[in-house]
């Protein structure tokens, strides 16, 4: 009898919470769309590229923005040299060809002005092209567990763990951003936006002209390395505003959890050059030299301990 009535009521507790669901639509009003620019002018020869797209709502269930055909896409440099992007496929990306396969378009220390006209809007952005030191090597040990940033079941727990070296500038205030590629593959997420002020993490005096620190040199290994595999590491200047540009998304991306922050606008370098109209923009426009790094992983060149 205990059991028929335990039974009943577990039934009626279920029930009951059943009734309780409630969907609840939320009436999120209609923002002014963005025009959302992505393009980063390097000192690297071959094709640069720049692409736009419309922002989408809050609660889009649409996975692809609407690509922004029909612009007018120059960059400018500081001695008056125009070079224009096409939009060839008419996807929102535009391509600036060179005439060879060595042509270059960036150059260290010149600066860069982006002009986009785009649906009855004119919009700007100018950033300079600063420099980056060479990577010096990349070593690897082995290791038998994964240590505190390799942590997840879908990650190898054994392999190659990797550090690189590289040394800062003298001179205060050069940025960095650092990729790191296995097997061609960049590691993406927002845990591998990895970037530098002077050697360390963060604004500092103290870091300048120094090796990089620790954290920078093994945060090219997200996860361990396998025999054979490739390893490249893409070191590029960055503005100290880029700089900026990444550390707020960094957060906006990792900003979740019961201790979340309000969320804050990411600050963006393209503006509208009519400072009256609603139509603003999103992202940044970049310019990088970049230096980079590959090893293929072989046992046999592995080292017993990393050098601080």
């Known amino acids: 009898m205990k059991s028929i009535i335990k039974t009943i009521f ?14 609840i639509n939320l009436n999120v009003p209609e923002t002014e769309k963005y025009l959302v620019i992505e393009g980063t002018i390097t000192d690297a020869a071959g094709e640069q590229v720049i692409k736009l797209s419309e922002s989408q709502a809050l609660l889009s269930s649409s996975t692809t923005p609407r690509a922004i055909t029909n612009a007018v896409v120059k960059v400018t440099d500081n001695t008056g040299k125009v070079y224009e992007f096409k939009d060839l496929k008419n996807e929102g990306k535009y391509v600036w060809s060179p005439a060879s396969t060595t042509e270059k378009m ?55 763990d990797a550090n690189f070296y590289a040394k800062d500038f003298v001179g205060v205030g050069d940025c ?25 993490l963060n604004k500092s005096s103290v870091g300048d002209g120094l090796m990089f620190i620790l954290p920078l040199r093994r945060a090219i290994s ?30 906006e991306l990792n900003n979740s959890g019961l201790f979340a922050t309000p969320a804050a606008r990411i600050p963006c370098n393209v503006i509208n050059v009519n400072s009256s109209s609603k139509k ?27 050098n601080d």
């Not at 390799?150 to 190898?156: A, H, L, M, R, S």
């Not at 603003?280 to 990393?306: H, L, M, P, Q, R």
């Open 176 to 200: 960095y951003r650092v990729k790191v590629y296995k097997n061609g593959k960049l590691f993406s997420g927002a845990e591998n936006i990895v970037i530098a002020y002077d050697a360390l």
């Open 10 to 23: 577990s039934l009626f507790i279920g029930m009951s919470l059943m009734s309780c669901e409630d969907v």
């Open 222 to 251: 997200p996860e361990l390395y396998a025999e054979n595999d490739k390893l490249k590491v893409e070191l590029s200047s960055i503005t100290e505003a880029h700089f900026d540009f990444w550390t707020q998304l960094r957060t």
């Open 106 to 160: 960036g150059t260290i220390g010149k600066t860069y002005t982006l002009k986009i006209e785009a649906e009855g809007e004119t919009f700007q952005a100018v950033s300079e092209l600063k420099r980056v030191p060479k990577i010096d090597s990349i070593v690897y040990k082995y290791e038998d567990s994964p240590n505190l940033n390799q942590t997840g079941d879908d990650k190898p727990k054994e392999g190659y």
């Open 280 to 306: 603003k923009a999103a992202g940044w426009f970049g310019t990088s030299a970049v230096t980079s790094f590959e090893v293929t992983i072989d046992k046999n060149k592995a080292v017993k301990e990393f």
